[in-house]
Nanobody, 117 residues
Framework: EVQLAESGGGLVPAGGSLRLSCVAS????????MGWFRQAPGKEREGVSC????????HYADSVKGRFTISVDNAKNTVYLQMNSLKSEDTAVYYC??????????WGQGTQVTVSS
């Protein structure tokens, strides 16, 4: 059974930091690209960051460049999202996802991040 389990969300003041984790199981982690998405109340889900399983290349949304960092630990089947200098507009439910080709195949349940201003 495929599972993506996010953790690390919470309430943090503006300017603070959080590190999200997503532990994957049930598929060959190294073969998949991993991504982080978020959805704020009343807004569509948006891509935050992703990392290629083949070459480790990383991509970020413009809104988080220079503040967020994605990384993976293949030995632990885990993808991380280090979030620094958090802003109130970063408040959202954050999801991790995995894809082998063009479409995102698997999704986690999400973890809430709330940034107080």
């Amino acid at each position: 059974e495929v599972q993506l389990a996010e953790s690390g969300g919470g309430l943090v003041p503006a300017g603070g930091s959080l590190r999200l984790s997503c532990v994957a199981s049930g598929f060959t982690f190294d073969d998949y690209a991993m991504g982080w998405f978020r959805q704020a109340p009343g807004k569509e889900r948006e891509g935050v960051s992703c990392i290629s399983g083949r070459d480790g290349s990383k991509h970020y949304a413009d809104s988080v460049k220079g503040r967020f960092t994605i990384s993976v630990d293949n030995a632990k089947n885990t993808v991380y999202l280090q979030m620094n200098s958090l802003k109130s507009e970063d408040t959202a439910v954050y999801y991790c996802a995995a894809k082998r080709s063009r479409e995102w195949d698997y999704w986690g349940q999400g973890t809430q991040v709330t940034v107080s201003s």
